[in-house]
């Protein structure tokens, strides 16, 4: 028999990071993993389930494909769809109970259909230089070295283009003489790098607070204590930090992923002052570093640091093409040599055709051609995020002014919260990622990154206005006022 | 003071993987960190302690370099070496503490200068077909999805590869209905997956014993309960398997790195079923098997697994240019959505460039034509490792008879160690990977392979004939008998 109403009744959660279809396929594969429900048994249709438990049926239907997938159930036309096995195969393992814990899902699922999307903070690829890439490549090709660096390369990355950002690192003093540069496959791999050489399972590990998650759910993963510094608009908070003394310190000076915020000169120096004496190791991510549409720049904590231990990380991802996986890593020499070690066990070295191409980009001029452009396409873009945020965010919503970058951060007004007003938000043809995505010890419910990079200054503006109208409606729901924004008065 | 000359006799142990320049840098690094030497004090010359220590004087000077580039001792000339301090900055980080355990060294130090190298398992890149390389680039960079290939891609790979290379899969009869298919950066990646996913620390992991040296530190360092099981001329000792009973089974059934063993069919089928009744995740490592150069190919574990359990690596590194690190991963769907989140984690995804180029490369046919070169090329090589051996190794060696692949393994007679002979053979011109190297359970210290495949046939007769007088002499020199090979017979 099938298990009775009551078995069935999942404990959903719609505020969760994991998607309900996902949740509701969780929940059936206990079921039939304990044998609650039996092989053979026919599962409820769809609709009468979505009636059942007040799902959407699209989710129901969902929950049923990936089980599907995975073995546990065989749809029969016309006849339904009926439970298989745990894990599908006769006598096979039971890869549930042979993984170690499961990742907590990196992003929410995205309705099909046209969508603005401010999810993904990328360039533009309308804004690609290919003929520059074209030509960057047919160097490489015509190239006498081509056949060497086709062949195995070395952990710390191809020659020509490591020596390259070492030399530029020391021009730009931010690399001594007791720093040494390596490749990584884009900022990613270094904190992956980093994360295996420096962090064991209860160490503390100083996060700012919205992070990107792709960070959090390393060190995460990696069994650290996480504690979040909050970041304001001026950069992560200094009197937290002094109180966490974390074992490593994860920053991002410039325009940092979620909230664009950028830190001062005094606090730059303030937090290696604090990390010196806490014994905190300090790195530095300065992906967006290059990418400052106004004001002035500030020297890189790296640059600040006479005692030469902090660690730089800097990617061509963000300034040229995401594609292809290049970035790279300034450190102390004993630190670089441990990491090498760690580069060879996880994938022995970076591309290399990549490497050259890139070097070619960058010696050829091409790569400072484009960041030129780049910078004037990114002041339009931050412009007209700015400005529509002015316009069409009701009254009480705060938004970050960062001055270059790709993300600006929104905090919607209580009781918003943007993980619930997302699938409305996709249905009016807009996406973002929710703050929740990127909270370390606040949940940042009200939160949302706008990642403004990849989108045309009307695509920002027509996007920004149907969330503007979507969160006026609901705050005039939840309170009966209207708050939609009085006409700008300039 | 200087500490006696008691205190600084170090405890080097020259069979150990660690060069002794980098063991006697380790200690004078303790003796600094924990006060033993003062900073300021002056160390020994180089030629009065190599002469303390018995060491050679390149030995010596070779670990102080080590010193002052990790800033612990600075060189004055003409006034000799001093002690700086630990970490060399004035409070600065002690980086020793900081970092988690080392990483066992990796390879021998090869000394500079013109070499017969047996010692890296790659193919020669004069077979590199650079202008189907380049037409395949052309293809790419001609192509409308260029500015799309450039942008971010996704984890599971770029998707025109993957689905490529799943179709291959499933007409090849290796990936069933409950198969996906992943793209990595070549094989090391997906082994590094493979740990993060299915291995926790104590965790028994079978591994081939000998083995590649990437495998087995990777899993060394994940804290996993290593357990070697012997590889004879058909590959894997089964009984000792039937004991073994591991969580995780590591192997390699075509060409096995480094002892070129094949796995028969009726051991392939045992294997199968002994992971069956113990509940073993089979890893099936298969990155030489389309390097056949005679004899008939055996179906894959995975062909053969009516569980669907098991797991296929692949990889276009040795089959087309291991610069571009493109591997893929075929395996149930449960295991692979795991695998996927861990390799967001890892470096968000594989290069796409590379992807799309090699996809070209095997769509037009090219891969097809340059693997019916390599098996040409192959064969030549093996005949020409198989001849030099029976010609020139001393009576008493025994060497193993791929029929495919990049490695030949020589096990020489008692008391013939190659990790001691392996100076001796790079001063005489040539290099290759001593048997320790490799080693397991088991120390293989009469062990050693040769890496065929990037030499052409010339080079590998003069090298077996450098090695096999070598090795004869110093046999002599134990036995006082002649060990010089008979002449051949036919």
Known sequence: MIATEMDLKPNLNAQSEVPLYRQLSEHFKILIDTGLVDRGERLPATRELAGQLGLNRTTVSAAYELLEEEGYISGQVGRGSFVTGGGGRDAGLNW????????????????????????????????FPLDKFRA????????????????????GGYEPLRQYLLDEARTEGVAGPGDDVMITNGCQQALDLIRRVLVRPGDRVGLEDPVYPGLKNLFL???????????????????????????????????????????PLESRKSILRMSRDSGTVV???????????????????????????????????????????????????????RML????????????????????????????AHQANMLVAGAERLLAVRAACELYLPQGARF??????????????????????????QRAGVTYLPGRFFAVSEPHAGGLRLSFAGLDPKQIEEGVRLLGHLFSEELDAHTGFDHRPAPAMV
């Not at 015509?142 to 070395?154: E, F, K, T, V």
């Not at 930090?241 to 992923?257: D, G, I």
């Not at 270059?404 to 938000?425: C, F, Q, V, Y």
Request: proline content about 8%.
């Open 221 to 263: 993963q990696a069994g650290a204590d996480l504690c979040g510094v909050p970041v304001g608009a001026e950069g992560i908070d200094l009197e937290r930090l002094q109180r966490v003394r974390p074992k490593l310190l994860m920053v991002t000076p410039n325009f940092q992923n979620p909230t664009g915020a950028t830190i």
């Open 283 to 337: 790195v530095e991510n300065d992906m967006y570093g290059s990418l400052r549409y106004e004001g002035k720049a500030q020297p890189t904590l790296k640059a600040l640091d006479t005692t030469g231990d902090t660690i730089l990380l800097r990617s061509f991802s963000k300034i040229s093409f995401p594609g292809l996986r290049v970035g790279w890593v300034v450190g102390p020499k004993t630190f670089i040599s």
């Open 400 to 425: 970050s002014r960062p001055q270059g970058g790709m993300n600006l951060w929104i905090t919607l007004p209580e009781p918003l919260d943007s993980a619930d007003l997302l699938p409305r938000a």
């Open 96 to 127: 549930d109970s042979v993984l170690s814990a499961p990742q907590v899902a990196m992003r929410p699922s995205v309705v099909p259909g046209p969508l603005i999307s401010f999810a993904t903070s990328r360039p533009s690829e309308k804004l």
């Open 341 to 368: 070690e760690a580069k060879q066990l996880s994938d022995l070295h970076t591309d290399q055709f990549s490497q050259a191409v890139l070097l070619r980009f960058a010696q050829s001029g091409r790569l400072e």
């Open 136 to 155: 960057s490549c047919e160097d490489v090709l015509g190239s006498a070295d081509l056949a060497s660096i086709l062949q195995l390369g070395s952990p």
